[in-house]
């Protein structure tokens, strides 16, 4: 049964930063992409970032490209979303998910597992 458990959440100041963590178990982790995705409330969930099984590949949503960066470590099973430069607007629960397969999707329906997600609030 793969269980995904998200961290790092919680209140910052706009122009801060937070780093999120996804420990990850249950499957090979090193075999299957992951990603980051978040949802305001009122709004529909919005693909933030991927990473695929090696890390070697990344891809980013608009709204976060220069800001967030994603990363793993396949030997503590981890996947990581650093975040700089926080904006109001990135507030909203954060979800981490894991792949069917290798690649890096950017839609929720490329994604089989997902995390119970981590409030991230940006005050302005």
């Known amino acids: 049964q793969v269980q995904l458990v998200e961290s790092g959440g919680g209140l910052v100041q706009a122009g801060g930063s937070l780093r999120l963590s996804c420990a990850a178990s249950?499957?090979?982790?090193?075999?299957?992409?992951m990603g980051w995705f978040r949802q305001a409330p009122g709004k529909e969930r919005e693909f933030v970032a991927a990473?695929?099984?090696?890390?070697?590949?990344?891809r980013y949503g608009d709204s976060v490209k220069g800001r967030f960066t994603i990363s793993r470590d396949n030997a503590k099973n981890t996947v990581y979303l650093q975040m700089n430069s926080l904006k109001p607007e990135d507030t909203a629960v954060y979800y981490c998910?894991?792949?069917?397969?290798?690649?890096?999707?950017?839609?929720?329906?490329?994604?089989?597992?997902w995390g119970q997600g981590t409030q991230v609030t940006v005050s302005s």
């Open positions: 249950g499957r090979t982790f090193s075999s299957y992409g």
């Open positions: 990473i695929n099984w090696s890390g070697s590949s990344t």
């Open positions: 998910a894991q792949t069917y397969d290798h690649g890096i999707g950017s839609r929720p329906n490329e994604y089989g597992y």
